[in-house]
């Protein structure tokens, strides 16, 4: 009965946070309330105060949902891919990154998060959107030095500049995307960005 209990707590958060991405998205999470958000799932504001201290508290577990772990991607990756071809689990990581992104979940998700999350005190999503880029920044920073070490880097070109063009390149598209999600497919032109940027500046092929 406890192990019954317990998935149907977890089953009511999961809907609770479904709920809450239609909400915030409509409406901008300043503007939506926790009553509207628990009108959405079909459920009192009761189960939302179980499970949600407040807004900002749903906000980030909706956000943990999607988040974009660059070292899970690579984790991943068979061993070899890792460490007798760094930039190949570069690339190959940045492919699942691009195919996520294209799912309704994270696009909801990341478009809440880039346009329909100011103006609520007690949530910084400036700061929760500097942490996500930083913590991209370090793991790329870790794999190029990879490269780097296996002589697979332009001479002229450090781990670190090599790491800060990706990032801001695949910022680009996908700040340009989440505007403009019908006009292309983030994947095809980001993998069509990421192969030309590591054929620019690695010494070996990776695709």
């Not at 019954?4 to 239609?22: G, P």
């Not at 002589?151 to 680009?172: E, F, H, I, K, V």
């Not at 598209?173 to 690695?202: A, K, N």
Request: aromatic content about 8%.
């Amino acid at each position: 009965m406890a192990r019954r209990t317990k998935a149907e707590a977890a089953a009511t958060r999961e809907k609770l946070l479904d709920a809450a991405e239609n909400v915030f998205l409509a409406r901008g999470v300043a503007n939506a309330t926790l009553e509207q958000i628990a009108k959405e799932a079909g459920l009192t504001r009761g189960a939302v105060y179980w499970h949600f201290k407040n807004k900002a508290e749903v906000f980030r577990a909706m956000l943990d949902r999607v988040r974009l772990p660059f070292e899970e991607f690579i984790e991943e990756l068979d061993e070899p891919d890792r460490k007798e071809n760094p930039a190949r689990a570069i690339r190959l990581a940045c492919i699942e990154g691009l195919r996520r992104l294209e799912q309704p979940r994270y696009h909801r998700v990341h478009s809440i998060l880039v346009y329909h999350s100011g103006g609520l005190a007690e949530l910084d999503s400036l700061a929760m959107q500097k942490e996500i880029t930083n913590e991209a920044f370090d793991m790329l920073t870790t794999y190029f030095n990879a490269v780097d070490q296996q002589g697979q880097l332009r001479a002229d070109m450090s781990p670190q500049t090599a790491a800060r063009m990706l990032q801001s390149m695949l910022s680009g598209i996908f700040h340009d995307w989440l505007r403009y999600p019908q006009d292309y497919s983030i994947q095809e032109r980001g993998m069509e960005m990421v192969d030309t940027l590591l054929r620019l500046i690695c010494t070996v092929k990776v695709s």
